[in-house]
T-cell receptor
Framework: ETGVTQSPTHLIKTRGQQVTLRCSSQ?????VSWYQQALGQGPQFIFQ???????GRGNFPPRFSGLQFPNYSSELNVNALELDDSALYLC??????????????FGPGTRLLVL | ELKVEQNPLFLSMQEGKNYTIYCNYS?????LYWYRQDPGKSLESLFV?????AVKQEGRLMASLDTKARLSTLHITAAVHDLSATYFC?????????????FGPGTRLSVLP
């Protein structure tokens, strides 16, 4: 158990809909990162939030957006869902010191299916 | 663009044998991470390697980092079935958008009795 929780665990949506995924960070951590993992592939970095500000972004379109709240929990929002958005979405909580991250602790993930 | 490669992608080995997984990356980074993922599960952090020459060991796994060669290795000693999983290396870097994190494709390890 990492202390990182995500909700919901599973979700089914249709093309064009919008979805919000939630992540609760481990106590004491100030950074949350979101990843998309398609079946059989490595995680793809979506973005990272540090103290409520976006601190880095991977190669994802603007319809992927996020928030980090004062308690360091976070949301990932995806608009105009496409079939290719079907994946496991992972959030990871960590403590950022200086220029790099310490260990990232991953939540159990949200499995999204877009029909 | 930062690229991370792993070799091999699939590895089937017998219990008791030793083997090494290689992770190459394409641009300068001083931090490398190793993770384990069991089927249908999330990722578990194994090692964080923070500097050139860093070596860390936990049980039958040992990881090392050569930043000059842009190479990390994950060595498995006397494999046991419980080590069967997919192993990912990952590298972080700073680009125009801030921090970026790139994972390798993973090495799927199967340890056979």
């Amino acid at each position: 158990e990492t202390g990182v929780t995500q909700s919901p665990t599973h979700l089914i949506k249709t093309r064009g809909q919008q979805v919000t995924l939630r992540c609760s960070s481990q106590s004491g951590h100030n950074t949350v990162s979101w990843y998309q993992q398609a079946l059989g592939q490595g995680p793809q970095f979506i973005f990272q939030y540090y103290r409520e500000e976006e601190n880095g972004r991977g190669n994802f379109p603007p319809r992927f957006s996020g928030l980090q709240f004062p308690n360091y929990s976070s949301e990932l929002n995806v608009n105009a869902l496409e079939l290719d958005d079907s994946a496991l979405y992972l959030c990871a909580s960590s403590l950022q010191l200086g220029q790099g991250l310490e260990t990232q602790y991953f939540g159990p993930g949200t499995r999204l299916l877009v029909l | 663009e930062l690229k991370v490669e792993q070799n091999p992608l699939f590895l089937s080995m017998q219990e008791g044998k030793n083997y090494t997984i290689y992770c190459n990356y394409s641009t300068t980074s001083d931090r490398l991470y190793w993770y384990r993922q069991d089927p249908g599960k999330s990722l578990e952090s194994l090692f964080v390697l923070l500097s050139n020459g860093a070596v860390k060991q936990e049980g039958r796994l040992m990881a090392s980092l050569d930043t000059k060669a842009r190479l990390s290795t994950l060595h498995i000693t006397a494999a046991v079935h419980d080590l069967s999983a997919t192993y990912f290396c990952a590298v972080d870097m700073w680009d125009n958008y801030g921090q970026n994190f790139v994972f390798g494709p993973g090495t799927r390890l199967s340890v056979l009795p």
